[in-house]
């Protein structure tokens, strides 16, 4: 069955050449002026045909009714802001001329989108790769893409390796199988199809392009953050400060979505609509909406002896140990068997989001809280400071989140997790140490799925994944038992 493109988004370089002057246009039913170097009316003409639906006529004839060639100029000024005279500008040119997504802009601006998944859970694999990037480094920012999208949503995305997957991701050149070849570097970046069966929900990036974690080439987190967009069934905004904007441009913020963004998803994927129980296999809970819409924390968070309970995080605070799952927080005291729990914002005002990693570093009775790219500084229970790069670390720029942390005293290390390889910080010198990232499960044997948290405890590191905690002996390289999570708050 073929899935006709309706939101395939195709990244394109129409590149300005120096003579590209403006042509004096004609009134509406005249063709483009003859005067005009052929070249330059040819590159207009392919972007208004590919982009606002200017119809193609055979060669030598022109169509004398319905819109012109001058009145789908002024269409695309309008949709971009621009001064809308049906002239080639300067400014019209140098839009042309931007790398953008190939999903046509004459469809009609609004918050009603297009085609949804009916389900909250979304399965996602990644066939070929890149040859830019190292594998560790594909899977991560597809993963982080993806997650833009769940923090902002109640989505789910899973990874799995089944052909059958509802967005298969990968890296192809030219024809590739689906009626839309690539065309080499400099053209055309991406595309992806809208929810559906087939190859609903695909998303392919031209391999002969140069794919980034940084400002330099294509930035693929970027690039996919949007396309994943169109695979949820979003379609392009007029907004630049959207995501959804058509022209490709890299973005500074840590946090890609706007409120447009953020308004458009739930308009497809509320928060009613979802199973608020499930929980991906990466350890995070489908995230709270940023725009409020009712409660702020779900009835299930105050279940913890619930027998699917996961953390998003443990640490070692003080003379207690800190549970953080989504923004809610359990803390209890090692030598008490009372909980204190609620919003983490009732015990650490300054922190109003989830925490996806922490740990304690003894010697200087400070713990770290990590959420995304950024991290608190907590003494006691006092948050210091404000919120710091985890760039600070040492990390790469592709690196923009970590799933668990944990310090060893007997090492001075801090090992960060992040997905399936993991890094070792050298805190004495504050650096990282040489030949990381490593596979967690070449020193780690048996750990072989996501970390969702680490404490260490009594000379061991507990790996708390999904609702298990797998108790590793760090000096034989073997897990040595296994607890349900719930047991550490007294179930």
């Not at 002239?87 to 802009?105: I, K």
């Not at 999904?466 to 719930?486: C, H, I, M, S, W």
């Amino acid at each position: 069955m073929h899935v006709m493109p309706l939101s395939c988004c195709v990244f394109v370089w129409l590149a300005a050449a120096p003579c590209f002057t403006a042509p004096t246009l004609m009134p509406a039913g005249d063709s483009p002026p003859s005067a005009e170097p052929q070249v330059d009316v040819k590159r207009a003409t392919e972007y208004l045909q590919r982009y606002y639906n200017l119809q193609e006529e055979p060669e030598g004839r022109t169509k004398r009714s319905g819109p012109t060639f001058a009145s789908k100029v002024k269409d695309m000024q309008t949709f971009f802001g621009l001064n809308a005279t049906g002239v080639l500008d300067s400014g019209t040119r140098e839009t042309m001329g931007s790398p953008r997504c190939g999903v046509p802009d004459v469809e009609e601006y609004s918050h009603i989108q297009g085609a949804r998944w009916h389900k909250n859970v979304i399965s996602y694999s990644i066939g070929r790769y890149t040859r830019d990037l190292p594998r560790s480094a594909v899977d991560s920012l597809v993963e982080s893409a993806l997650g833009v999208w769940a923090r902002a949503s109640g989505l789910t995305f899973v990874r799995t390796h089944s052909r059958k997957a509802d967005v298969a991701v990968e890296f192809a050149t030219y024809a590739h199988g689906d009626l839309h070849p690539f065309d080499g570097p400099g053209g055309t970046l991406a595309h992806a199809f809208g929810p559906g069966p087939g190859a609903g929900g695909d998303v392919h990036f031209d391999d002969d392009e140069r794919w980034t974690a940084g400002e330099t080439g294509f930035n693929l987190f970027v690039v996919a953050a949007h396309e994943f967009g169109h695979a949820l069934g979003l379609k392009h905004s007029r907004n630049p400060q959207s995501l959804m904007y058509p022209t490709y441009r890299t973005f500074r913020s840590t946090n890609l979505l706007s409120g447009e963004d953020v308004a458009n998803i739930n308009a497809l994927y509320s928060p009613a609509r979802v199973h608020p129980n499930y929980f991906s296999r990466f350890g995070r809970s489908s995230q709270q909406n940023p725009v409020p819409s009712g409660p702020p924390f779900p009835q299930l968070t105050q279940n913890r002896c619930a027998v699917d309970l996961t953390f998003d995080a443990v640490s070692l605070l003080g003379d207690a140990t800190f549970f953080f799952r989504d923004r809610y927080l359990w803390i209890k005291h090692n030598e008490q068997y009372d909980i204190k729990e609620g919003p983490i914002t009732n015990f650490m005002p300054m922190i109003e989001s989830s925490i996806d990693a922490a740990f304690l570093v003894p010697r200087r009775s400070t713990a770290y809280l990590i959420h995304e790219s950024t991290f608190w500084t907590v003494k006691g229970s006092l948050v210091k400071g404000k919120p710091r790069a985890l760039s600070h670390f040492g990390f790469p720029a592709w690196v923009q989140d970590v799933d668990a942390a944990v310090h060893l005293v007997k090492t001075g290390r801090t090992l960060f997790f992040m997905h399936d390889i993991y890094w070792s910080y050298n805190e004495n010198r504050r650096v990282m140490d040489f030949g990381y990232p490593k596979y967690i499960s070449q020193d780690f044997p048996g750990i072989n799925t996501t970390i969702n948290a680490a404490v260490p405890k009594e000379g061991f590191i507990y790996f708390f994944v999904g609702p298990r905690v797998l108790k590793f002996d760090y000096t034989q390289k073997l897990v040595v038992g296994v607890e349900r999570a719930n047991s550490w708050l007294g179930c």
